[in-house]
Structure formats: C-alpha cells, structure tokens
C-alpha cells in the first residue's frame, strides 16, 4: 500500500513538473531542429516519455545526466516507438538505436550502453533519424528556448 502511494505521488510530481519543463532547441546539421523537453530531475530521468500517447510535431525529449556514463533507457510504458540518441559532452553523437518498441510489461528490455561515454540522451519519434539524416560524430547545436 505504501509502495502504491510513493508510485501515485511520483506520478503526480511528473505530471505537475512536466507543465513547467525546459525546453531546449536541438540542431542537427542538416538544419532539422527538434523542441526537447529537459529531463534533469530523478522524476523525469525515471519516467521520461512514459504514460504519453506521442510527441509533438518535431518534439523529443532531452535527458541530462549528472556525469559522462554509459546510460542505458527503457521504454516502460511508453505508448509509441522511438529513436535514440546517445550525445557526449562535446554535443557529439556517439551512438543511434532507430524504433525502440514500447514496453508495457516487465521485464523491459534496457537499449544501450553506448559503445562511448555519453552525458546526454534524446529521444524522438520513431523515423526522425531516417528523416534528419543523423549519423555518428555529427555535432549538435543546443539553445534553451525562451
């Protein structure tokens, strides 16, 4: 019962939490640019896309880890397929994975690591790497929306 309340109240700061998030302008060097939403905090870095039924038009989600690391995702309950990226600190892709399925029952796969240190992860619809034309060690370009 307990558990069930800690889980429902982290749901609920998601939620709240997710109405004020950051967004961040990300620029690929085909000039395709996408408006991720930051997730820098344990709730958001925990839940990330789940519980949505999409993303916006040229919508993603940028997760912002404390250190360099070899991050592995999931997609629990998440409601659609995605990309992912895996960014180093000098904004460089170092690793793609395109159509990550959703998982809505344990146990969820983990996608990743990435074969190199990576501080940053973004998320996008499934197709948007096939789209923009991303490839490894291309440099992307941040700027925080206003």
Same mark, same amino acid.
Not at 15 to 35: N, Q
Not at 69 to 89: A, K, M
Not at 119 to 145: M, P
């Given at each position: 019962?307990? /558990?069930? =309340?800690?889980?429902?109240?982290?749901?609920?700061?998601? #939620?709240?939490?997710? $109405?004020?998030?950051?967004?961040?302008?990300?620029?690929?060097?085909?000039?395709? @640019?996408? &408006?991720?939403?930051? =997730?820098?905090? %344990? @709730? $958001?870095? /925990?839940?990330? /896309?789940?519980?949505?039924?999409?993303?916006?038009?040229?919508?993603?989600?940028?997760?912002?880890? @404390?250190?360099?690391?070899? +991050?592995?995702?999931?997609?629990?309950?998440?409601?659609?397929?995605?990309?992912? #990226?895996?960014?180093?600190?000098? +904004? +460089?892709?170092? +690793?793609?994975?395109?159509? =990550?399925?959703?998982? =809505?029952?344990?146990?969820?796969?983990?996608?990743?690591?990435? %074969?190199?240190?990576?501080?940053?992860?973004?998320?996008? &619809?499934?197709?948007?790497?096939?789209?923009?034309?991303?490839?490894?060690?291309?440099? /992307? $370009?941040?700027? #925080?929306?206003?």
């Amino acid at each position: 019962m307990i /558990l069930l =309340a800690i889980l429902l109240m982290s749901v609920w700061v998601f #939620l709240v939490e997710r $109405k004020e998030s950051s967004i961040i302008v990300v620029k690929f060097p085909s000039g395709v @640019e996408i &408006e991720a939403e930051v =997730a820098d905090t %344990p @709730e $958001k870095l /925990l839940f990330g /896309l789940a519980f949505r039924d999409g993303l916006p038009p040229n919508g993603g989600m940028l997760y912002i880890f @404390e250190e360099n690391g070899l +991050h592995r995702v999931q997609t629990r309950e998440y409601r659609f397929p995605i990309d992912i #990226l895996w960014v180093d600190e000098s +904004h +460089h892709v170092v +690793h793609m994975l395109e159509h =990550a399925e959703p998982c =809505a029952k344990d146990p969820c796969p983990l996608f990743g690591p990435p %074969p190199e240190s990576a501080r940053y992860v973004i998320q996008t &619809e499934s197709g948007f790497l096939k789209k923009s034309g991303v490839v490894k060690r291309d440099e /992307l $370009k941040y700027a #925080l929306r206003m």
